[in-house]
């Protein structure tokens, strides 16, 4: 079972940027999508993008805007977040989750069984 450890959060001010890290362990991630969620407080967890073993790539748009970028480097079965311009409404929990490859690629909770700790980014005003 292949498991998921993020890196990478931090305090930022508004404008800013940060690149998160998600490495997978106990098997190469080899055939997994790969994928970021997200959790403010007092708001329900969102899918922010997604990425499949062969580089294909997914958005959630509205929380994206077009700053984010997603990108993998298999040899090191690390999946990354590339976040620019940040706002203060980008300040939540971030989570990285795994599939298995499938014809389609999952937006939802419960279409990943594996998920890393979360780190914090905060964005001051």
């Known amino acids: 079972q292949v498991q998921v450890a993020e890196s990478g959060g931090g305090v930022v001010q508004t404008g800013g940027s940060l690149r998160l890290s998600c490495t997978a362990s106990?098997?190469?991630?080899?055939?997994?999508?790969m994928s970021w969620f997200r959790q403010a407080p007092g708001k329900e967890r969102e899918f922010v993008a997604a990425?499949?073993?062969?580089?294909?790539?997914?958005y959630n748009s509205d929380a994206a805007k077009g700053r984010f970028t997603i990108a993998r480097d298999n040899a090191k079965n690390t999946a990354y977040l590339q976040m620019n311009r940040l706002e203060p409404e980008d300040t939540a929990v971030y989570y990285c989750?795994?599939?298995?490859?499938?014809?389609?690629?999952?937006?939802?909770?419960?279409?990943?069984?594996?998920w890393g700790q979360g780190t914090q980014v905060t964005v001051s005003s």
């Open positions: 989750a795994a599939a298995p490859t499938s014809p389609t690629v999952g937006t939802r909770s419960g279409d990943y069984d594996v």
């Open positions: 106990g098997g190469t991630g080899d055939g997994y999508t």
């Open positions: 990425i499949t073993w062969s580089g294909g790539t997914w």
